[in-house]
């Protein structure tokens, strides 16, 4: 295609589908590499038809000896074109190693961190990045390679955001041919013939061997990723709407009815899940796939009534017919002992009070406490937390009975269990709070100890 018919095409599909309004300001992510140096000179070319102001930013990934050459090549150019120019340095293997993920992750998270900063800073509407039909198509091989739903087919969006990607039509020879047409110079990489990068593999190894089935597979693959966007645009409104039906959010967590979960399509299920995971993934730098969906759905469809699975900045906590997600819960509190020497009042480590007073006639028992005879139960007592292996001598029953088994029949959840203490004497006399032995029962008219649990914030302590 000869240049100046390019440049038509170029301009028609922008005011076709809207993906630049005439007078924006656009940020462009200009590498030097022949991809972004295209979009530069198709933008610049377009320009004045659509009144846009263009602004380019080049980020140093300090990843190779001639990284220095690559800034001074973009400032030349720029300068040539006049348009502004916007650098900066990261290391991004230092950064790999402080989020301790690859270099390529590292890559990506220090380019849209720094050209969105460059956008707010400048004013610009949008960030044109040159990422061209051979990309996409490597980029749905590698969301299939590491396992990927059928969102994760939509690849690369023309707009995600500020981020814009004008180019997504036009092949590699295309604006290879262009730049060629117009005499423009551009830099190479020599990283991208490396094979120790995935994507590189998946470039020079994978698509090659591809091609020899499917000499047009890049529009394939191409094609197959427009028609998948379309499906998920649909979805995103089907899973909007589930999610203000059936999610209750209170701050950092949300919560669902598992029952409800079950009683939707699994299609429906494995959206709705991404969609409520995807936040949390965001904010530990992560992203969400196949698997991690199907983790989690493993976890509802399991017979065990209560469990947890950790997924990527997120603890998956399902309780009997609740399931609920969170950040990452903090260390579980260390076990604890408290001596209780005679009636008063004791702060508990895990929060809360008891109070201990004496009662000379028992009239039987009261709701705020428990009762204890006190001529046949004598100081100290201990208070603790619950130990694995504990027993409670329920009223009426020979033996005793397993603490972790009673508290499973009572639907108490985890981590209430984790939470709760017991007060002993010899052996288990109560489970704060919660359920009394069958131990030192007052007889009527009988002198007596009555122990309360005051609550963590309650208005009853002093």
């Not at 551009?186 to 994978?206: G, M, W």
């Not at 032995?437 to 609550?455: D, E, H, K, T």
């Amino acid at each position: 295609m000869a240049p100046s018919r390019l440049v038509d095409n170029f301009l028609q599909q922008l005011q076709a589908d809207g993906l630049i309004r005439p007078s924006e300001r656009i940020l462009i992510a200009l590498s030097g590499g022949s991809d972004s140096v295209a979009l530069l000179y198709l933008l610049r070319a377009v320009a004045p038809s659509l009144q846009l102001r263009l602004i380019a930013a080049h980020l140093d990934h300090a990843m190779r000896p001639q990284s220095g050459d690559d800034v001074a090549f973009v400032r030349s150019l720029c300068d040539q074109l006049n348009i502004p120019l916007l650098c900066e340095r990261v290391d991004v293997p230092a950064l790999a190693v402080a989020k301790k993920v690859g270099l390529e992750e590292a890559g990506r998270l220090a380019r849209q961190t720094f050209l969105s900063t460059v956008a707010e800073q400048s004013g610009c509407t949008a960030i044109a990045l040159g990422h061209h039909r051979g990309d996409q198509a490597e980029t749905l091989l590698h969301h299939l390679g590491r396992g990927c739903g059928l969102h994760g087919l939509a690849g690369m969006r023309r707009r995600r955001g500020l981020f814009i990607r004008p180019l997504l039509s036009y092949s590699k020879a295309e604006l290879l041919d262009y730049l060629a047409g117009i005499g423009a110079e551009f830099v190479v990489d020599a990283s991208n013939a490396e094979l120790n990068f995935t994507r590189n593999r998946i470039r020079h190894q994978l698509l090659p061997c591809f091609a020899t089935l499917n000499p047009r597979i890049e529009e394939t693959l191409s094609s197959l990723a427009d028609l998948a966007a379309q499906e998920d645009d649909y979805w995103q409104g089907e899973t909007k709407r589930l999610a203000a039906l059936l999610v209750q959010s209170n701050g950092a967590a949300v919560h669902l009815s598992v029952t409800e979960l079950l009683l939707l399509h699994p299609a429906q299920r494995y959206r709705l899940l991404h969609h409520l995971l995807t936040p949390f993934a965001q904010q530990a730098a992560k992203e969400v796939s196949r698997r991690h969906v199907a983790t989690l759905d493993g976890l509802l469809l399991s017979r065990a009534p209560q469990g947890e699975v950790h997924l990527p900045g997120v603890k998956a906590i399902r309780r009997y017919d609740q399931l609920s997600l969170s950040l990452p819960s903090l260390a579980p509190v260390a076990p604890w002992r408290l001596e209780i020497s005679g009636p008063g009042l004791y702060s508990l480590p895990s929060g809360g009070a008891l109070r201990i007073e004496f009662g000379v006639v028992w009239e039987g028992a009261s709701a705020d406490g428990v009762e204890f005879a006190a001529d046949a139960l004598v100081f100290p007592w201990i208070v603790r937390t619950v130990q694995p292996g504990d027993r409670l001598r329920l009223a009426g029953m020979a033996g005793r009975k397993r603490l972790k088994e009673l508290l499973m029949e009572q639907k108490i959840p985890l981590e209430e269990r984790r939470r709760l203490c017991v007060l002993e004497k010899g052996e288990i006399l109560w489970v704060v709070g919660l359920r009394r032995s069958g131990l030192y029962l007052p007889a009527a008219r009988q002198s007596f100890w009555r122990v309360v649990y005051i609550p963590p914030n309650s208005a009853k302590i002093p």
